[in-house]
């Protein structure tokens, strides 16, 4: 299963910026994970694959808000109040499993290439 993230770029802080990602194919759970500069990847939202269930790191509850199109394959993750902190490369991610929901490392199953969000004050 390939993912493509897009939609990353700069903004100053307070701002939005809305990244997207398209699945070639699987029925999964998909999610976001970001990596800042010296940092450790860390979880940011998931999804189930019916959409129903959705999870958020405690330091983004609130601000974004993760989605899916089921039928395209594709999860979108909608980042408003954008602060300093959330600068990294954010990564697209598919669960290991379809019951699964990717809200820990060992919960993917596929990685996308990494998109980077810059926000600046």
């Known amino acids: 299963v390939q993912l493509v993230e897009s939609g990353g770029g700069s903004v100053q802080a307070g701002g939005s910026l809305k990244v997207s990602c398209a699945a070639s194919g699987g029925a999964y759970g998909m999610g976001w994970f970001r990596q800042a500069p010296g940092k450790e990847r860390e979880f940011v939202a998931a999804?189930?694959?019916?959409?129903?269930?959705?999870f958020y790191a405690d330091s983004v509850s609130g601000r974004f808000t993760i989605s899916r199109d089921s039928a395209k394959n594709a999860v979108y993750l909608q980042m408003n109040s954008l602060k300093r902190e959330d600068t990294a490369v954010y990564y697209c991610?598919?669960?290991?499993?379809?019951?699964?929901?990717?809200?820990?490392?060992?919960?993917?199953?596929?990685w996308g290439q990494g998109t980077q969000v810059t926000v600046s004050s």
């Open positions: 999804i189930s694959w019916s959409g129903t269930n959705r």
């Open positions: 991610v598919l669960s290991a499993s379809a019951l699964d929901i990717p809200i820990t490392i060992g919960h993917v199953g596929s």
